[in-house]
């Protein structure tokens, strides 16, 4: 539903947007989103009987019918479906009505809610609490997203620009879901009128009646066209048009006397003056255009959200690496092999609000754009992420299609922890880096508050949001593992607190340290010398993540790869996977390091 040319609507000739072909041309077929209700004024300029002035208005409103009842609803038209007045309950001698309902007839109901206030508090708009609840859907602000389908948007409400609901918009994919599980369809009705003036219309052909007003109808399969052209005297009363006054009048009320009463008219009849005035002032004429359409949604073949039907995915995955033969839907659900992916489907699926990883073995986790919609993955030796295909074609559309786009042909067979745990039944008894440095930084916060009053850095993510950002699938480029580095400078080294440090860790260096204006990592290098260990080897692989903090931003230079060295790491591979695995373990292994140190404190 596209706003016509501006040029139709403003200039000379706006005949075709009198026309409304647009509006007569809807259909809601194939559309994505399904005005369930709507009422906006579109255009607006001029006052009316006045030559160039302009008026739109659209008026949609609709109603659910049980298919059972749909030929009762056959000539209902537009006037039946609209509103008069906003919802409330209401209840006669027999019954209570609940708002929403249509008429006397409690099985056809309003999929929106209107509410207004005998007060100045603005009208409210909400959806039919069982379209909302059955479809799951969250509304945040003015649109309704559905959290288990990735938020995807399935409703959105719309304002005027004085912040009034105008128009409420329904994914018709979900409208249609409801309607099957409900067995019913929904009715759309709509009213669209548009007004143009002007002095005159020299390129209508329209024949006339009544005078000089000429009238032109038009019907077509979902409703019925009607256009006007009348003329008018400049500030909009018809032409030539005489109006009888009436001055009526009453003599016998004094407004002097101390409790002045308004007698019964018929004991003190009122005094009348009658006259006729005639129109007068410059011709214009008014071009007017109605129109009213009715259509009617019909519900989907099936209902996968709220009847559970199920629907045969349309995303296929590659199986084989002779002829990259795919398989998807049923044939994918009888598929017992695993499929392959690029690492970079980690970070795409990260990406998402809802998503979720975690960590069971050294290569073995769960990973999925949300909790209900995860998969147990593999790491196999070339760094590609297997899953079992029938348990792919166990996730919803929506959720394949995070993993279709970095599918790849089988190569470097399947991942050995992976075929630990899904074929022999032994998990792997190892633990990722990631996991490590979490735990490890667990304990050094715990142990720094039991033994110095407070933790060693001064915040620490929550875990979840730490796996999203900690994980060794930095792995496109040298930029990417920059990037973790990053990450790990943020979590790792500048929270820790310096003021603790000095105060009361290790106080004996504070001066010398001041002195010397060390950042974090060179003065938890100075406690740990203090204490008897070596501290530069030990924050070595803070050090290395610094350096490499802002590789990405010089990624052609030589000494930004330099900065692997201080990590042990070969400054020309390219194995990134590898790289952002062994540093997360290297920054695992100091952390540890530093907690164990707090430990011999106590």
Same mark, same amino acid.
């Given at each position: 539903?596209?706003?016509?040319?501006?040029?139709?609507?403003?200039?000379?000739?706006?005949?075709?947007?009198?026309?409304?072909?647009?509006?007569?041309?809807?259909?809601?077929?194939?559309?994505?989103?399904?005005?369930?209700?709507?009422?906006?004024?579109?255009?607006?300029?001029?006052?009316?009987?006045?030559?160039?002035?302009?008026?739109?208005?659209?008026?949609?409103?609709?109603?659910?019918?049980?298919?059972?009842?749909?030929?009762?609803?056959?000539?209902?038209?537009?006037?039946?479906?609209?509103?008069?007045?906003?919802?409330?309950?209401?209840?006669?001698?027999?019954?209570?009505?609940?708002?929403?309902?249509?008429?006397?007839?409690?099985?056809?109901?309003?999929?929106?809610?209107?509410?207004?206030?005998?007060?100045?508090?603005?009208?409210?708009?909400?959806?039919?609490?069982?379209?909302?609840?059955?479809?799951?859907?969250?509304?945040?602000?003015?649109?309704?997203?559905?959290?288990?389908?990735?938020?995807?948007?399935?409703?959105?409400?719309?304002?005027?620009?004085?912040?009034?609901?105008?128009?409420?918009?329904?994914?018709?994919?979900?409208?249609?879901?409801?309607?099957?599980?409900?067995?019913?369809?929904?009715?759309?009705?709509?009213?669209?009128?548009?007004?143009?003036?002007?002095?005159?219309?020299?390129?209508?052909?329209?024949?006339?009646?009544?005078?000089?007003?000429?009238?032109?109808?038009?019907?077509?399969?979902?409703?019925?066209?009607?256009?006007?052209?009348?003329?008018?005297?400049?500030?909009?009363?018809?032409?030539?048009?005489?109006?009888?006054?009436?001055?009526?009048?009453?003599?016998?009320?004094?407004?002097?006397?101390?409790?002045?009463?308004?007698?019964?008219?018929?004991?003190?009849?009122?005094?009348?003056?009658?006259?006729?005035?005639?129109?007068?002032?410059?011709?214009?004429?008014?071009?007017?255009?109605?129109?009213?359409?009715?259509?009617?949604?019909?519900?989907?073949?099936?209902?996968?959200?709220?009847?559970?039907?199920?629907?045969?995915?349309?995303?296929?995955?590659?199986?084989?690496?002779?002829?990259?033969?795919?398989?998807?839907?049923?044939?994918?659900?009888?598929?017992?092999?695993?499929?392959?992916?690029?690492?970079?489907?980690?970070?795409?699926?990260?990406?998402?609000?809802?998503?979720?990883?975690?960590?069971?073995?050294?290569?073995?986790?769960?990973?999925?754009?949300?909790?209900?919609?995860?998969?147990?993955?593999?790491?196999?030796?070339?760094?590609?992420?297997?899953?079992?295909?029938?348990?792919?074609?166990?996730?919803?559309?929506?959720?394949?299609?995070?993993?279709?786009?970095?599918?790849?042909?089988?190569?470097?067979?399947?991942?050995?922890?992976?075929?630990?745990?899904?074929?022999?039944?032994?998990?792997?008894?190892?633990?990722?880096?990631?996991?490590?440095?979490?735990?490890?930084?667990? =304990?050094?916060?715990?142990? +720094?508050?039991? #033994?110095?009053?407070?933790?060693? &850095?001064?915040?620490? !993510?929550?875990? *979840? /949001?730490?796996?999203?950002?900690?994980?060794?699938?930095?792995?496109?480029?040298?930029?990417?593992?920059?990037?973790?580095?990053?990450?790990?400078?943020?979590?790792?080294?500048?929270?820790?607190?310096?003021?603790?440090?000095?105060?009361?860790?290790?106080?004996?260096?504070?001066?010398?340290?001041?002195?010397?204006?060390?950042?974090?990592?060179?003065?938890?290098?100075?406690?740990?010398?203090?204490?008897?260990?070596?501290?530069?080897?030990?924050?070595?692989?803070?050090?290395?993540?610094?350096?490499?903090?802002?590789?990405? =931003?010089?990624?052609?230079? +030589?000494?930004? #790869?330099?900065?692997?060295?201080? &990590?042990?790491?070969? !400054?020309?591979? *390219? /194995?990134?996977?590898?790289?952002?695995?062994?540093?997360?373990?290297?920054?695992?292994?100091?952390?540890?390091?530093?907690?164990?140190?707090?430990?011999?404190?106590?």
């Amino acid at each position: 539903m596209t706003a016509p040319d501006p040029d139709l609507i403003y200039g000379s000739s706006p005949l075709k947007w009198i026309e409304c072909a647009d509006i007569e041309r809807l259909s809601f077929d194939r559309a994505t989103w399904i005005p369930i209700l709507l009422e906006r004024h579109d255009v607006a300029r001029g006052r009316f009987g006045t030559a160039g002035h302009r008026k739109g208005y659209r008026d949609f409103d609709s109603i659910i019918v049980p298919l059972s009842s749909k030929e009762k609803f056959a000539s209902i038209d537009w006037q039946s479906v609209s509103r008069n007045s906003h919802d409330t309950a209401w209840a006669d001698g027999e019954r209570f009505y609940a708002p929403g309902s249509y008429s006397d007839d409690a099985t056809v109901l309003y999929p929106v809610i209107q509410q207004s206030f005998a007060t100045n508090d603005p009208p409210q708009w909400s959806l039919l609490q069982e379209l909302e609840v059955g479809l799951r859907l969250l509304r945040r602000g003015d649109t309704w997203i559905a959290p288990e389908e990735d938020d995807i948007e399935v409703a959105r409400l719309e304002r005027d620009a004085d912040g009034h609901p105008d128009g409420l918009f329904f994914r018709a994919e979900h409208l249609r879901d409801y309607l099957c599980a409900k067995k019913a369809a929904l009715l759309l009705t709509g009213f669209v009128f548009r007004d143009a003036v002007e002095k005159s219309f020299p390129e209508l052909d329209w024949k006339g009646r009544n005078g000089e007003s000429r009238v032109k109808e038009r019907h077509f399969e979902q409703g019925r066209w009607e256009g006007t052209l009348a003329p008018m005297h400049e500030g909009g009363q018809p032409f030539g048009a005489t109006t009888h006054v009436i001055h009526a009048w009453r003599e016998s009320v004094d407004p002097a006397d101390d409790n002045p009463m308004m007698p019964d008219p018929a004991d003190d009849p009122m005094k009348h003056t009658e006259f006729t005035r005639t129109a007068s002032g410059p011709k214009l004429f008014g071009l007017s255009g109605r129109i009213w359409i009715k259509h009617w949604i019909l519900p989907a073949q099936k209902s996968p959200r709220i009847r559970r039907d199920v629907v045969e995915s349309r995303i296929n995955f590659q199986v084989e690496n002779q002829e990259r033969a795919t398989l998807g839907g049923e044939a994918l659900h009888k598929y017992r092999g695993w499929l392959y992916f690029k690492p970079s489907v980690v970070r795409r699926i990260l990406a998402t609000r809802n998503s979720q990883l975690t960590w069971y073995t050294g290569d073995t986790g769960e990973l999925g754009p949300a909790p209900h919609a995860t998969l147990h993955f593999g790491v196999n030796k070339l760094g590609l992420i297997n899953v079992l295909g029938y348990k792919m074609a166990q996730l919803p559309e929506w959720a394949q299609k995070y993993w279709a786009t970095d599918n790849v042909c089988p190569e470097g067979g399947l991942s050995r922890e992976l075929h630990m745990s899904q074929n022999l039944g032994e998990p792997a008894d190892t633990f990722a880096p990631e996991v490590a440095l979490w735990e490890n930084l667990r =304990a050094l916060q715990g142990l +720094t508050k039991e #033994r110095f009053g407070r933790p060693l &850095l001064r915040h620490l !993510p929550p875990k *979840e /949001e730490f796996f999203h950002r900690i994980h060794r699938f930095y792995s496109d480029s040298f930029a990417d593992v920059c990037t973790l580095c990053k990450e790990l400078h943020r979590i790792v080294s500048e929270p820790i607190d310096l003021d603790l440090l000095n105060q009361t860790i290790d106080p004996d260096n504070a001066k010398t340290a001041k002195e010397k204006k060390l950042g974090q990592i060179k003065r938890l290098a100075m406690w740990l010398d203090a204490a008897g260990l070596n501290g530069r080897t030990i924050t070595a692989p803070l050090a290395g993540v610094y350096d490499l903090r802002v590789g990405d =931003a010089h990624i052609t230079s +030589t000494d930004a #790869r330099d900065a692997l060295k201080i &990590l042990n790491i070969p !400054p020309d591979t *390219e /194995e990134y996977m590898k790289v952002c695995y062994s540093i997360i373990g290297l920054v695992a292994n100091c952390i540890g390091t530093l907690a164990k140190t707090v430990r011999a404190f106590a």
